[in-house]
């Protein structure tokens, strides 16, 4: 298993506790260079009532305050939307780790444009657990993504 792989199994096991709490199925985990784990969140949009609260953002907030982010690599079971993306270049995070962007793809490949290191897994289990949630709840998949039906 990869370092990569490895990381990703954090962002996962959010992602699970979202789905166990009725919420999206999200993860993400910020690591520093050595791979030790700062922060670790899931999306929490409808836990939380605060369309804020993506994964990726959650990971960052429990990370804490870090003076620079150029070492850091945020692992996310999806491609990050383009708020998260947005937040990956505002804080300069180095590298993203990719679960899958096959069920959406979201500015991973602007941040690759930006200098930042991308990685995409297209991780079998997180492909399945997106695909699954999107079938079961399109209502609340269609809102976390901007879409008015």
């Known amino acids: 298993m990869s370092d990569a792989q490895e990381m990703l199994v954090t962002a996962y096991d959010e992602a699970l506790l979202g789905l166990a709490e009725g919420g999206i199925p ?42 620079d982010y150029r070492d850091t690599i945020m692992v996310t ?24 962007s096959t069920t959406f793809t979201g500015g991973h490949e602007w941040l690759a444009a930006q200098g930042v290191s991308i990685t995409v897994l297209d991780d079998r289990e997180c492909i399945e ?16 993504i901007g879409v008015v039906e």
Request: net charge neutral; aromatic share 8%.
């Open 26 to 67: 999200i993860g993400a985990a910020l690591f520093d260079s050595h791979g030790t784990l700062l922060g670790r969140g899931h999306n929490r949009r409808v836990q939380n009532d605060d369309p804020s609260v993506h994964a990726e953002t959650d990971a960052f907030r429990n990370a804490g305050r870090r003076r």
């Open 77 to 100: 079971t999806l491609s990050p939307c383009w708020y998260c993306s947005g937040l990956v270049r505002q804080f300069g995070i180095g590298a993203v780790i990719v679960g899958e």
């Open 129 to 144: 657990m997106m695909t699954k949630f999107i079938a079961d709840r399109p209502d609340l998949w269609n809102e976390d």
